[in-house]
């Protein structure tokens, strides 16, 4: 995973809950590791439904990069999405209606979401370079490889459900280990 990415959270539940796993369990790695596995399904999640951790939507893709799905590597029109007159089929209109941002032509950025245990807690992030980009939004003026501006959406945080299922897990892990 790149450490390219690093989204502190500033919860005190969360933080009471941690404390007290770490405290009262002389192993917690089997919560942490809980713990990462939810997030990660509740990060990809957010592909889906196109929200931030803290529920806002996602902007919108631009036209420039509706447009980009509708040409090859090279620039050239694809003909399986165009009519003969140039303009896009039924079939690409079909495309561009279902475009989601954060989701490329591979989906990459939301399939390769991982975590991970270290000396410092729990890593919830992407291998993929342009992660930071996507999370944090970017300039043209600033980075002239890009096509456009890109919105920062973040995938990456915990949301008010993350926190409950942490606190939650953090209580079903302590009742295991000490008892009810």
Known sequence: MSDAIEVKIDSKVV??????????????????LGIGEKLVLSTKQRFVTGTAPDGSRWEPNSQ????????????????????KDGKINARGSDKAISKKPLIGKSGALSQQIDYRLDENGLRIG?????????QHGGKKSKFPNLWGDIPARQFL???????QMIVNSVGEYLTQVVGS
Do not use: W
């Not at 992407?126 to 996507?134: G, K, L, R, W």
């Open 157 to 163: 945080g915990v949301s008010s459900n993350d926190e």
């Open 126 to 134: 992407s291998p993929m370079e342009y992660a930071s980009m996507q």
């Open 15 to 32: 933080d009471d809950a941690i404390r007290r796993l770490d405290k009262a369990a002389a192993y917690p790695r089997p919560a942490y």
């Open 64 to 83: 420039a990069t509706y447009l980009q799905q509708f040409v090859d590597s090279e620039g050239h029109k694809l003909k399986s999405l165009h009519r």
